[in-house]
């Protein structure tokens, strides 16, 4: 497990994952028929991304960005924010390209804590993770239609851009959904 101390010098920040940009199978897989390409696809992610995220903001995606090098330097070109990536189950294509961009920080690790949030980072949906029992909150990506976001089982979220109007969230946000839910 590493604690990010970046992270944890942040007053807030948005999160996301799952974009699969550049992956034509995920227009099935991911039920995203409302676009007839990928190409059209990815230009209304990486839209949907910069009407949110400011060129001076931070940002984590949780794994699974882009499917092949050509698609994820074009993506990067493109967004805003400075972009902490944590690797996921896909990501060879970002990892062959992200020393080519400033604004592009990999994560070190499978698990991240973020102490001064109370919160811990993963692709994958975690059974258990510290602090679980104390309240903290757990964010992750990958499992786009399973491991739904079920706040009255357990403090987690699923980031799967597909959950959330195919838009990053700020976590302050997500505090406040959290917050909301327990009244």
Known sequence: MNTMTQLDQLDDFYVT???WLGRSQIMEIGK???WSSIEKMNQALIRSWNKVVDPKDHI???GNFAWDPM???N???RLN???YFLKGSADDALLEVHLEFEQ???LEGDIITVPQHDLVLSHYPLRMWAGQDSGTLHLHGHAIYSHETNLALERRFNMCTDNWGFS???LSTLKDLLNEFKK
């Open 17 to 19: 994952s799952d974009l």
């Open 32 to 34: 995203r028929t409302r």
């Open 60 to 62: 984590v995606c949780l």
């Open 71 to 73: 698609t994820a330097r």
């Open 75 to 77: 993506a990067l070109d």
């Open 81 to 83: 924010g400075h972009i």
């Open 104 to 106: 592009v920080s990999i």
């Open 168 to 170: 990053p969230i700020k």
